[in-house]
């Protein structure tokens, strides 16, 4: 067995865990293992954060997304890239690094940057990490997962050269006390490379929110079936192909003049309805799904994130605005 560089510890009491059958444990507690995949998650007293959890367990335990190597190489991959406003050559950020990838989910995207970390772990409050071994099979370590929640993560301060987090820390109580929490398992002068929603126009942002509310409280089968609507009329107005031409700037919307496809039009100042051609319906559903069922799901302004990292002492290597979100790549000072 290759000896861990960075090692579990209990995330309440920082002691040392060892490894006892199908349990790590120590004096106090006892967590159970599950191929190999320890959970330290064993209650959410936060209802909406439970939600959440429930929301991406049952999202990526129904879907395959991302898991097998022809779909993620020609039809995930660019995608992901463009999201998080990466180029190939970004990826040596983390070449020969130890990283933390906090919300790895299925792992899906953390195969742009697991296969070259010295090592690599990823945590998800969501049952998905046990799915994330097959997506991450290939890699020439082992990756080492475990199901925890980012506020109490199994590691001690400063343990790692790199920490990656891609939507996910809006998900939780507080985007801000999210990121403070993570960038303290970062060694100084380390990286964090993060990835948020942004705020979007009044419309949307009301539309969104009022979407959500209708949903959220559902159970998440019966949620994913509302959310097809949505879908089905992303797709509808993308067959029909129409372009709009808006000739005046319409500021307090926040819409700017010029030409636009209408299903994008729509997608950026009323309501979000993703469809993607290529992915074809059940994955675009997957992303609507995404977006309205999460009760914690927090919309950031680039001012917000630059006081933000002021305030941790982070220094900003570039902040990039996306269709949807901001990707942000930092220093620890």
Request: net charge neutral.
């Amino acid at each position: 067995m290759i000896e861990k560089i960075v090692k579990w510890v209990d995330p309440f009491t920082s002691e040392s865990l060892k490894k006892e059958g199908s349990f790590l444990s120590n004096s106090s507690s006892k967590y159970k293992l599950t191929d190999g995949i320890p959970s330290f998650v064993h209650s959410i007293s936060d209802i909406d954060q439970n939600q959440v959890k429930t929301t991406f367990s049952y999202k990526w335990t129904r879907s395959d997304f991302g898991q097998k190597n022809e779909e993620f190489n020609g039809k995930i991959r660019d995608v992901y890239l463009d999201m998080l406003g990466l180029d190939e050559k970004d990826l040596s950020l983390f070449f020969d690094k130890v990283v933390l990838d906090v919300g790895v989910g299925s792992g899906s995207s953390a195969r742009l940057w697991a296969k070259n970390a010295k090592e690599f772990h990823g945590i998800d409050i969501s049952e998905a990490v046990y799915k994330a071994n097959n997506a991450l099979k290939n890699l020439k370590n082992p990756p080492i997962l475990s199901q925890a929640n980012l506020f109490n993560l199994p590691y001690l301060d400063e343990q790692f050269d790199v920490i990656v987090s891609n939507g996910v820390l809006h998900h939780t109580r507080s985007t801000k006390e999210a990121l403070k929490a993570i960038i303290k398992k970062l060694k100084t002068g380390g990286y964090c490379l993060f990835y948020v929603y942004k705020k979007k126009s009044p419309i949307r942002e009301f539309s969104d929110d009022y979407i959500r509310s209708k949903i959220s409280d559902k159970p998440p089968d019966e949620a994913w079936k509302s959310i097809e609507e949505i879908t089905k009329f992303s797709k509808a107005i993308h067959d029909q192909s129409i372009k709009i031409n808006i000739p005046d700037n319409v500021k307090l919307l926040g819409i700017n003049k010029g030409e636009y496809d209408l299903k994008q039009f729509i997608y950026q100042h009323f309501f979000k309805c993703f469809w993607n051609e290529t992915w074809g319906f059940e994955d675009s559903n997957m992303v609507n799904f995404d977006w309205y069922y999460p009760k914690y799901s927090w919309r950031q302004t680039e001012e917000e994130i630059k006081n933000w990292c002021n305030e941790f002492h982070l220094k900003i290597e570039y902040l990039k605005e996306r269709e949807s979100g901001y990707t942000c790549l930092v220093e620890k000072n």
